[in-house]
């Protein structure tokens, strides 16, 4: 997805771009400036029939004379201007042959010299200068008559390929007293299309301004909008590799075959013919993939589609484009041809943009509409110039037309960007309410699902309350009273079934205090309960409790179990073991803990002995723990009972 950031700095960059035209408009000498002032010359012209021979031996001529820097241009007298006043005829500038559609472009009927004379009559020493706005022939020479003949001003021989996007300029020496006669000798193929413009002779000052202002427009705003263009192309390119959406890979498409179109203002034209047949057939052929390229980004925003006429126009521009190959037809100068098929295409889609504009009602789509209504008119003005048709003065203005173009198409991008933007926040509001709802709903639940469980954890510990103290305290009561009822229990055996009563009762409101899963604190406790009633039993209680780490599974249930295997295994110390001591010791084990309980008792034979209902109790109550627990005792050794702990449930002791 596109980034805002991304595109401003885009906007940002064809900004700086457009302020570095004036630097970039900088190719040619640039005069000092002076005071404005201008003028045109009128201009006589004199043509003669020239065989490629006489071609080849004029420039080499101009070219040895300005190396060798002569005063005299030494040629043949056939070669130079004429000096019959009779063979000069006054010309109308601008003179311009018009192209005639598909025109022969070979040899056969050779070359004609044009040559343009100039009288500029005596004046002041002021600087003169020459300014021809465009040129479209073979090349251009300056010559000058002085007292020994021609000299040579200017050859432009080195620029010929360029000549045509390049007006000319020369500085001249002031009139003088005797005045200037010039000649500018431009060849021609004969029959063939020309241009030639005004052709202003004035201060140099003035002139100098015209021929700056031409440079930059005809030359600097190309190249800029061209290298604007290779760089959000490239971007493009970038974003349609990471994310590929037709728009992206037409822009970039597009801006490739701009760049293609304005080679010319970037590299020099091959040498060979072939060479430059192949790189005309390429700057011409382009410019209809530009214009279709820009026809489809622009229908990509309209929610309408017609494939048959996109592949009419895809197809009109593929089939111009191989036809006009220098691969046959050789002969045929096809310009006009391949740019009228293009000003087609770019009328026909521009309409049914256009239209589609009207009625779906989208700002970017009729912005986009209006700046390629703006392409078609001026490609029409640059058709009519590059046939010669009109305008011949003129310089091509797509340049502008392209600018205003990729700008609607990056404002097109931009307010997809921001929909996007806005429709994924939408999106993400409304998920963020439903979110907000369900997190609600699921807090309500909740809290009725920790309602039900606190109130069922309430009901699970009164149950079990309530069965430790039936199958305790409650059947000790029971045998109590029923022994008291029927006179067999003593006052002293009641005195002690209800002080075990008492115990029993406070070991259960002891296994309900927190300890925090420590196992000392809940011996620590016990003790604390049964200290008094061992003192009085006559037992000497020695504490050897060690720290135990907190055993995580230690509930209140567990709890009360170990509290009675404790209070079980003193009970039988005190009753039946004829004991003055005993020791309580805690050891830890790693993987378990153990907790023993000896005497210094009679002991007894665990040969013999018979396993009653209590010691089967405490057994069942070890393996609820997950432990194990042992006896061990000796007849006059005393007796040990071992109760070994899990510190994990899942690991047994």
Same mark, same amino acid.
């Given at each position: 997805?596109?980034?805002?950031?991304?595109?401003?700095?885009?906007? @940002? !960059?064809?900004?700086?771009?457009?302020?570095?035209?004036?630097?970039?408009?900088?190719?040619?000498?640039?005069?000092?400036?002076?005071?404005?002032?201008?003028?045109?010359?009128?201009?006589?012209?004199?043509?003669?029939?020239?065989?490629? &021979?006489?071609?080849?031996?004029?420039?080499?001529?101009?070219?040895?004379?300005?190396?060798?820097?002569?005063?005299?241009?030494?040629?043949? @007298?056939?070669?130079?201007?004429?000096?019959?006043?009779?063979?000069?005829?006054?010309?109308?500038?601008?003179?311009?042959?018009?192209?005639?559609? @598909?025109?022969?472009?070979?040899?056969?009927?050779?070359?004609?010299?044009?040559?343009?004379?100039?009288?500029?009559?005596?004046?002041?020493?002021?600087?003169?200068?020459?300014?021809?706005?465009?040129?479209?022939?073979?090349?251009?020479?300056?010559?000058?008559?002085?007292?020994?003949?021609?000299?040579?001003?200017?050859?432009?021989?080195?620029?010929?390929?360029?000549?045509?996007? +390049?007006?000319?300029?020369?500085?001249?020496?002031?009139?003088?007293?005797?005045?200037?006669?010039?000649?500018?000798?431009?060849?021609?193929?004969?029959?063939?299309?020309?241009?030639?413009?005004?052709?202003?002779?004035?201060?140099?000052?003035?002139?100098?301004?015209?021929?700056?202002?031409?440079?930059?427009?005809? &030359?600097?705003?190309?190249?800029?909008?061209?290298?604007?263009?290779?760089?959000?192309?490239?971007?493009?390119? &970038?974003?349609?590799?990471?994310?590929?959406?037709?728009?992206?890979?037409?822009?970039?498409?597009?801006?490739?075959?701009?760049?293609?179109?304005?080679?010319?203002?970037?590299?020099?034209?091959?040498?060979?013919?072939?060479?430059?047949?192949?790189?005309?057939?390429?700057?011409?052929?382009?410019?209809?993939?530009?214009?279709?390229?820009?026809?489809?980004?622009?229908?990509?925003?309209?929610?309408?589609?017609?494939?048959?006429?996109? +592949?009419?126009?895809?197809?009109?521009?593929?089939?111009?484009?191989?036809?006009? /190959?220098?691969?046959?037809?050789?002969?045929?100068?096809?310009?006009?041809?391949?740019?009228?098929?293009?000003?087609?295409?770019?009328?026909?889609?521009?309409?049914?943009?256009?239209?589609?504009?009207?009625?779906?009602?989208?700002?970017?789509?009729?912005?986009?509409?209006?700046?390629?209504?703006?392409?078609? !008119?001026?490609?029409?003005?640059?058709?009519?110039?590059?046939?010669?048709?009109?305008?011949?003065?003129?310089?091509?203005? /797509?340049?502008?037309?392209?600018?205003?173009?990729?700008?609607?198409?990056?404002?097109?991008?931009?307010?997809?960007?921001?929909?996007?933007?806005?429709?994924?926040?939408?999106?993400?509001?409304?998920?963020?309410?439903?979110?907000?709802?369900?997190?609600?709903?699921?807090?309500?639940?909740?809290?009725?699902?920790?309602?039900?469980?606190?109130?069922?954890?309430?009901? !699970?510990?009164?149950?079990?309350?309530?069965?430790?103290?039936?199958?305790?305290?409650?059947?000790?009561?029971?045998?109590?009273?029923?022994?008291?009822?029927?006179?067999?229990?003593?006052?002293?055996?009641?005195?002690?079934?209800?002080?075990?009563?008492?115990?029993?009762?406070?070991?259960?409101?002891?296994?309900?205090?927190?300890?925090?899963?420590?196992?000392?604190?809940?011996?620590?406790?016990?003790?604390?309960?049964?200290?008094?009633?061992?003192?009085?039993?006559?037992?000497?209680?020695?504490?050897?409790?060690?720290?135990?780490?907190? !055993?995580?599974?230690?509930?209140?249930?567990?709890?009360?179990?170990?509290?009675?295997?404790?209070?079980?295994?003193?009970?039988?110390?005190?009753?039946?073991?004829?004991?003055?001591?005993?020791?309580?010791? &805690?050891?830890?084990?790693?993987?378990?803990?153990?907790?023993?309980?000896?005497?210094?008792?009679?002991?007894?034979?665990?040969?013999?002995?018979?396993?009653?209902?209590?010691?089967?109790?405490?057994?069942?109550?070890?393996?609820?723990?997950?432990?194990?627990?042992?006896?061990?005792?000796?007849?006059?050794?005393?007796?040990?009972?071992?109760?070994?702990?899990?510190?994990?449930?899942?690991?047994?002791?």
């Amino acid at each position: 997805m596109l980034e805002l950031g991304v595109l401003l700095r885009a906007w @940002v !960059l064809t900004l700086a771009l457009g302020a570095c035209l004036p630097v970039l408009a900088q190719r040619l000498p640039q005069p000092s400036a002076r005071p404005a002032g201008d003028g045109s010359a009128a201009a006589e012209l004199a043509t003669s029939a020239w065989t490629r &021979t006489q071609l080849d031996a004029w420039w080499a001529a101009l070219r040895h004379h300005s190396v060798a820097g002569g005063d005299r241009l030494n040629v043949p @007298v056939e070669l130079l201007p004429p000096d019959d006043a009779a063979a000069w005829r006054p010309v109308t500038l601008p003179d311009v042959r018009p192209r005639p559609g @598909v025109a022969m472009v070979n040899d056969v009927r050779g070359y004609e010299m044009r040559w343009y004379r100039l009288q500029i009559p005596p004046g002041s020493d002021e600087a003169l200068g020459l300014y021809l706005p465009r040129l479209v022939t073979l090349s251009a020479a300056v010559l000058m008559r002085t007292d020994e003949g021609w000299q040579t001003l200017l050859d432009n021989q080195h620029a010929e390929r360029e000549q045509w996007v +390049q007006p000319l300029w020369l500085p001249l020496p002031g009139a003088g007293a005797k005045g200037l006669e010039l000649v500018v000798a431009l060849p021609v193929p004969a029959g063939s299309y020309h241009a030639v413009s005004r052709i202003w002779v004035g201060p140099r000052d003035q002139l100098e301004k015209r021929w700056l202002w031409r440079v930059r427009a005809q &030359t600097g705003l190309p190249q800029a909008v061209s290298l604007t263009l290779a760089v959000l192309g490239l971007f493009a390119l &970038t974003l349609w590799l990471r994310r590929p959406e037709a728009i992206y890979g037409l822009f970039a498409l597009g801006a490739a075959a701009w760049l293609v179109r304005n080679l010319h203002y970037y590299v020099s034209l091959p040498v060979s013919q072939w060479g430059q047949d192949w790189f005309w057939w390429a700057t011409h052929a382009s410019m209809g993939w530009v214009m279709l390229t820009a026809v489809l980004f622009a229908l990509r925003f309209a929610s309408r589609r017609a494939k048959w006429l996109e +592949q009419t126009l895809m197809a009109s521009v593929l089939i111009v484009s191989v036809l006009s /190959m220098p691969l046959w037809l050789r002969q045929l100068d096809m310009v006009v041809l391949q740019y009228a098929v293009t000003a087609a295409v770019a009328a026909v889609g521009t309409a049914w943009v256009a239209w589609l504009a009207w009625r779906e009602r989208r700002p970017e789509l009729r912005l986009m509409a209006a700046a390629l209504v703006i392409g078609v !008119l001026i490609g029409a003005h640059d058709l009519a110039v590059l046939a010669g048709w009109a305008w011949p003065e003129h310089f091509f203005l /797509m340049p502008f037309a392209t600018l205003a173009v990729m700008l609607s198409f990056l404002h097109a991008v931009q307010r997809r960007y921001v929909g996007t933007v806005e429709q994924v926040q939408a999106e993400n509001s409304q998920l963020q309410e439903d979110l907000d709802e369900q997190v609600s709903v699921l807090q309500a639940q909740n809290a009725q699902l920790r309602e039900v469980e606190r109130q069922q954890a309430l009901l !699970l510990e009164r149950q079990r309350i309530m069965a430790d103290m039936h199958d305790g305290l409650g059947s000790s009561l029971l045998s109590a009273l029923v022994a008291m009822e029927q006179g067999s229990m003593s006052h002293e055996q009641c005195v002690e079934v209800l002080r075990e009563c008492v115990d029993d009762l406070r070991l259960v409101i002891d296994s309900l205090e927190p300890v925090g899963h420590d196992l000392v604190s809940l011996l620590a406790t016990m003790r604390y309960r049964l200290g008094k009633r061992l003192q009085i039993g006559g037992l000497k209680l020695e504490w050897d409790v060690q720290d135990l780490p907190p !055993l995580a599974w230690l509930e209140p249930p567990d709890a009360l179990h170990v509290l009675r295997l404790m209070q079980e295994a003193l009970n039988n110390v005190l009753k039946h073991a004829s004991a003055s001591r005993v020791r309580m010791v &805690t050891r830890h084990h790693g993987s378990y803990v153990e907790i023993r309980v000896e005497d210094d008792g009679a002991g007894f034979d665990l040969q013999t002995i018979q396993h009653g209902r209590g010691l089967k109790s405490q057994i069942k109550r070890a393996q609820r723990l997950g432990g194990k627990l042992r006896i061990d005792s000796t007849p006059g050794m005393g007796t040990r009972l071992s109760l070994r702990l899990p510190v994990d449930r899942g690991n047994p002791a």
